[in-house]
Nanobody, 126 residues
Framework: QVQLEESGGGLVQAGGSLRLSCAASGRTFGSYDMGWFRQALGKDRDFVAAISWTALTYYTDSVKGRFTISRDNVKNTVYLQLNSLKPEDTAVYYC????????????????????WGQGTQVTVSS
């Protein structure tokens, strides 16, 4: 069982930065693939970024070059650095953990993740 808790969201102006953190419970954090998804108001939840247990990283096209995902297996924490934020990045950001990869683009598939946090709101003003 893994429990996830996100933090670091907030209100920022366009062009600004935030760093989201996701703290995980449990002693096997290092064996989990970790992902970040986001859900804008009235829209479906979408993949943002993922980092495998071997530290390979994946990003959706719209955030490449602006967001960076990383993990610290000693602190049981995964981070998402958000730079050059745009109003369209406004959403609730969710952290997820999983060990069962679904499909060739497993990192984008919500079914690859067994555990989810409660989310943290990111609001970017224009």
């Amino acid at each position: 069982q893994v429990q996830l808790e996100e933090s670091g969201g907030g209100l920022v102006q366009a062009g600004g930065s935030l760093r989201l953190s996701c703290a995980a419970s449990g002693r096997t954090f290092g064996s989990y693939d970790m992902g970040w998804f986001r859900q804008a108001l009235g829209k479906d939840r979408d993949f943002v970024a993922a980092i495998s247990w071997t530290a390979l990283t994946y990003y959706t096209d719209s955030v490449k070059g602006r967001f960076t995902i990383s993990r610290d297996n000693v602190k049981n924490t995964v981070y998402l650095q958000l730079n050059s934020l745009k109003p369209e990045d406004t959403a609730v950001y969710y952290c997820a953990a999983g060990q069962t990869r679904r499909g060739s683009r497993w990192y984008e598939n919500e079914r690859s993740y067994n555990y989810w946090g409660q989310g943290t709101q990111v609001t970017v003003s224009s």
